[in-house]
């Protein structure tokens, strides 16, 4: 499947998942947001709660994918990160076989994008300056979470 | 960093693995179980609980990392697994920085050993017969079940 959606509803969709970033940075947590699209519906949405839960694991997308349930396959959905997905979340877009992946931006962190192009996963970046911005906010004010949370270690 | 464990060190914490994938069958789960050793400890243990939560992300790995908590690094880590680690639990293993990781089988799925491999992490696949029956028979018993968990659609 090639992406099915529109540049206006990539802009709806992303803001969504900006949302969710919003949410979780109100919570105290790290700005990286998430949904899961199927047929012009969100059907999951999450945001990282690394700091929330004492959970290196629950990561926007991880947590978006597991909030979707459980389902038989993941034919025409498409995942939305407001920031490139880690190798972890990567990892998940393949094992799982979501076609298209929709990242906000992937200048804070590239990750794994040539690794999920190469497993048949179509990966779009939109370069949303917002997403830049708060990620980047975050990152210079709270250096050693952000870290931990890519897994460059600090306090060695 | 090579792997730190002796042969019989490394049945001893497969010992510990295959314990917790049988409490994930206990509770009418898929069998497959991870811990995390540091330091000839373990800090983290898990099954997978797709069935138990409604939660495709809820594999072995992820729940054992998470279960570990937050911690600053993984040098010095070794993650264990019955079953040799899917994409997103490979990711996770490459994204956190494991430098080795221990899998009780490849037989049943091998996965993504060679890309972990090529991202610099140690694989050793010990061809457990005991982890091959268990999951083979769970695999036999409820074919749909673990199609989807390895992400093949079974009903469409």
């Known amino acids: 499947m090639s992406n099915p959606h529109s540049k206006e509803e990539m802009m709806q969709f992303l803001k969504e998942a900006i949302a969710e970033a919003r949410l979780g940075l109100s919570e105290g947590g790290i700005p990286i947001g998430s949904v899961l699209v199927r047929d012009g519906k969100i059907i999951g ?5 690394r700091v929330q839960n004492n959970n290196p694991t629950a990561h926007a997308e991880i947590e978006c994918l597991k909030n979707a349930g459980r389902m038989n396959d993941y034919v025409d959905t498409v995942l ?30 590239k990750s794994a994008s040539d690794w999920m192009e190469s497993m048949g996963t179509q990966v779009i970046d939109m370069d949303s300056e917002e997403c830049f911005q708060m990620l980047a906010e975050f990152a210079k004010a709270q250096p050693d979470v952000w870290n931990e949370d890519i897994g460059i270690p600090t306090k060695n």
Chains 1, 2 share one sequence.
């Open 45 to 49: 949405r999450g945001h990282n709660r």
């Open 80 to 109: 939305y990160s407001t920031l490139m997905p880690c190798a972890m979340c990567a990892g998940a877009a393949v094992q799982f076989k979501v076609p298209v992946v929709v990242a906000g931006e992937n200048r804070t962190f």
